[in-house]
């Protein structure tokens, strides 16, 4: 499975930018898409996910700024970043997880794409 990451780039703070991931094709079943992000020398962080069952995680530092959707149909997930802030600058990673069969758990990383917000 690949995962194409798109919609990174440079925003001023307060700006807003989408970023968007599609998976190459569908495994047995996804328990989560979701957004991680990576700033040098520090550990990668979970931004945002959202469950098959619809539910979503927000880090605290992105509550009511972000917001995650999934397509199911399309077996795509977005990110709408709003208010940006100058923290939030890093590379934005899409990630599934999932089974390919009912025993074998799997994960997936998109190829990572820059976020930049200038203060």
């Known amino acids: 499975v690949q995962l194409q990451a798109s919609g990174g780039g440079l925003a001023q703070a307060g700006g807003s930018l989408r970023l968007s991931c599609a998976a190459s094709e569908r495994i047995f079943r996804i328990a989560s898409m979701g957004w991680y992000r990576q700033v040098p020398g520090k550990q990668r962080e979970l931004v945002a996910r959202v469950a098959s069952d619809g539910n979503t995680y927000y880090v605290d530092s992105v509550k009511g700024r972000f917001a995650i959707a999934r397509d199911n149909a399309k077996n795509t997930v977005s990110l709408q970043m709003t208010s940006l802030r100058p923290e939030d600058t890093a590379v934005y990673y899409c990630?599934?997880?999932?089974?390919?069969?009912?025993?074998?758990?799997?994960?997936?990383w998109g190829q990572g794409t820059q976020v930049t917000v200038s203060s």
């Open positions: 990630n599934q997880e999932g089974f390919t069969d009912p025993w074998s758990r799997a994960t997936y």
